[in-house]
């Protein structure tokens, strides 16, 4: 069965409850005050069946401007809007708002309906006609009919059914596989029953016995009854007016503005990526950090626009923006929302949900903007992928996933199976997360690089510990992932696991016997250099593929005392140095002094000074000479 809300909109006292009570046989003014006053104060419903079979829950909003707030909330869901302009005064403040609010809302169609047309005379009823045509020439309504409509003597009310049923019948059926949502405009209690809330289900279906969330709140409920228009059901579906008794919470625990709807299927937010509309007619302009009313679904809460990159919206410009709520409030991506102005009691914008999950961003850094406008205009698909992407190495929780793009369902399903290349699913638990082949690929040269470095400069270790490797790339890594990669790569055979040690496998280790191979070579490189050796690092490099471990190696030699550093480039094997001490000593058993030329003229040493003199100071260090001047003499034993 086809289900379609339609919500009235006009001015105050211009007939809506009337029209309604003629077309339906209900009386929407439910409120003693509102019998006495004679005008709507909050909202009002009634149905009705259509010539097609196509069922119609009515809204009736009121149309004082101190009541805005309850019009906003009873035109959350509105599929159709009517239009009531009394012939007898035309288009006043509250029409043009609220034919405002509906386009804020995104309602796209409608009919008009002139009210109190036996009132007036027909020459004025064709001025006001043509009056209307202008009002609403650049409007969602430009095209509506305009339908004369009489209380007093039923003229009109065939022709508005009949035009109500063509309407509704071009409105896309509401998918039943998406979760349910009710935004809550209404709380009360019925002896015996407890505790009723009532709304207008925008999504999805509910059944008797089934386990709700109310949200902000967090609170789980289980529904009791389920009624439709007065009449018990076992299912309510999308596009019904519907009041469902809850087990488990009481009235003063749910209020108008919560959302009673599925688990994991909304998370309540005090920051929002939003779309903003300015209306054309708004004095002064909309402010950066202007705090405002806002109004989403049946929420009215404070909010602060934080505009990026500009001091003000100018009326009737778009952009991007965030706003952040006095109050956590829960919204999938495209909900509509409006705002209002406290000093003046005036609309000034709305706009669509763009994240409904956001977090406060940098307005003056230029790639924030860029990511903005970008989810205003990504595809189903792309979103999906880019909040994947963004997510990086720790990925995202499915249930996560389908809030921020709010898509769910079969729907959901279809979309991932299309990103196949660009998405891995991995189930940690119950739960389900999604990573980007982008951070797979990432990740894996980050293994590999990190691997490689460790063994470049630790060639004496087998490799290291999954937990010390993943410490070295990052703490903001998905257990699941990570070991998802390792396995990947292990299987691959770019790494290697050896109890609980990772390696690389073109990562050749030395053994002991290995060690001690390429220790003595190194020991007789710096022997063959003798006292002429090449710099530390340039004896090194002759070592090539081994160069870390003889570098290692050469600082154990150092260690050990078998090799002697003289200067920060000049390094002795320990045994040329005892040949250069024993040469001296000879020396001295000729000649008490010697001078620098006597050193240099030593038998089997012709030495520059480069070597010469950190040789002769070296043996000053050891005190094996002491220094007189320019001479040296030999130090008593």
């Excluded at 990103?419 to 990740?443: H, M």
């Excluded at 696991?497 to 496998?505: A, C, F, G, S, W």
Aim: charged share 30%; proline share 3%.
């Amino acid at each position: 069965m086809r289900r379609v809300i339609v919500g009235t909109a006009g001015h105050i006292d211009h007939g809506k409850t009337t029209l309604i009570k003629v077309l339906t046989g209900i009386d929407t003014d439910r409120l003693k005050e509102e019998k006495e006053r004679g005008i709507t104060i909050d909202i009002g419903f009634a149905h009705l069946t259509l010539p097609s079979g196509t069922l119609v829950g009515i809204v009736d909003v009121p149309g004082h401007e101190r009541f805005i707030r309850n019009m906003v909330a009873g035109a959350s869901g509105i599929d159709l809007v009517m239009l009531v302009v009394a012939a007898d005064e035309g288009v006043m403040p509250q029409t043009i708002e609220h034919v405002e609010i509906c386009e804020l809302l995104g309602i796209k169609d409608g009919i008009v309906v002139l009210t109190k047309v036996d009132l007036v005379e027909k020459d004025w009823l064709e001025l006001i006609k043509e009056d209307l045509k202008e009002f609403l020439k650049n409007t969602f309504l430009k095209d509506a009919p305009i339908l004369e409509f009489s209380a007093v003597t039923g003229q009109g009310k065939e022709e508005i059914l009949k035009t109500l049923d063509e309407k509704a019948l071009k409105i896309s059926i509401k998918a039943e596989d998406q979760p349910f949502r009710l935004p809550v405009d209404g709380v009360f209690t019925i002896k015996g029953f407890g505790t009723v809330a009532r709304g207008t289900a925008i999504s999805g279906k509910v059944s008797l016995n089934q386990t709700l969330m109310v949200y902000p709140k967090n609170l789980l409920t289980k529904v009791r009854n389920i009624q439709v228009h007065g009449k018990n059901v076992e299912v309510a579906y999308a596009g019904m007016r519907t009041a469902l008794n809850l087990q488990g919470v009481e009235k003063e625990e749910i209020e108008r503005g919560d959302v009673l709807a599925d688990l994991e299927v909304l998370k309540p937010s005090q920051w929002l990526d939003v779309k903003l509309n300015s209306l054309k007619s708004v004095t002064p302009p909309i402010k950066n950090f202007e705090t405002l009313l806002f109004y989403i679904g049946t929420k009215e809460t404070l909010a602060k626009i934080f505009l990026l990159g500009k001091d003000q919206l100018n009326p009737g410009e778009t952009d991007i923006a965030q706003i952040f709520v006095q109050e956590p409030v829960v919204a999938w991506r495209g909900d509509r929302f409006i705002l209002r102005r406290t000093s003046t009691n005036q609309t000034v914008g709305g706009g669509e949900v763009l994240n409904p999950v956001a977090y406060r961003r940098k307005r003056t850094k230029p790639w924030e903007r860029k990511e903005l406008e970008y989810l205003s205009q990504a595809s189903e698909k792309d979103l999906i992928k880019f909040w994947v992407e963004k997510r990086e190495f720790l990925g995202i929780y499915e249930k996560d996933l389908q809030i921020m793009v709010s898509i769910f369902g079969e729907k959901f399903k279809k979309i991932v199976e299309k990103l196949e290349n660009d998405l891995i699913k991995i189930k940690e638990g119950e739960k389900v997360f999604y990573f980007s082949k982008k951070a797979e690929k990432e990740l894996k040269e980050q293994v590999v690089a990190t691997l490689k470095n460790f063994h470049t400069n630790n060639p004496f270790s087998p490799g290291l510990t999954k937990e010390l490797l993943k410490a070295r790339i990052s703490s903001f890594i998905s257990e699941g992932f990570y070991q998802y990669v390792l396995e990947d790569l292990i299987n691959k055979g770019v790494i290697g696991r050896n109890k609980e040690i990772l390696y690389l496998t073109e990562f050749k280790y030395l053994n002991s016997e290995e060690k001690e191979r390429l220790k003595k070579e190194l020991e007789e490189k710096f022997l063959s250099e003798g006292y002429t050796p090449r710099d530390f690092e340039t004896i090194l490099l002759d070592f090539k593929e081994n160069y870390k471990a003889a570098k290692e190696l050469a600082q154990t030699l150092l260690r050990e005392g078998i090799l002697v550093k003289l200067t920060d480039k000049l390094v002795f094997h320990a045994k040329i140095l005892e040949e250069w001490e024993n040469l001296v000593r000879e020396a001295f058993q000729k000649k008490k002094e010697l001078e620098i030329t006597d050193f240099k003229n030593l038998p089997k040493v012709q030495l520059s000074r480069k070597f010469l003199i950190p040789l002769v100071e070296y043996l000053d260090k050891k005190k094996v000479t002491l220094r007189v001047g320019d001479k040296r003499i030999l130090r008593k034993p």
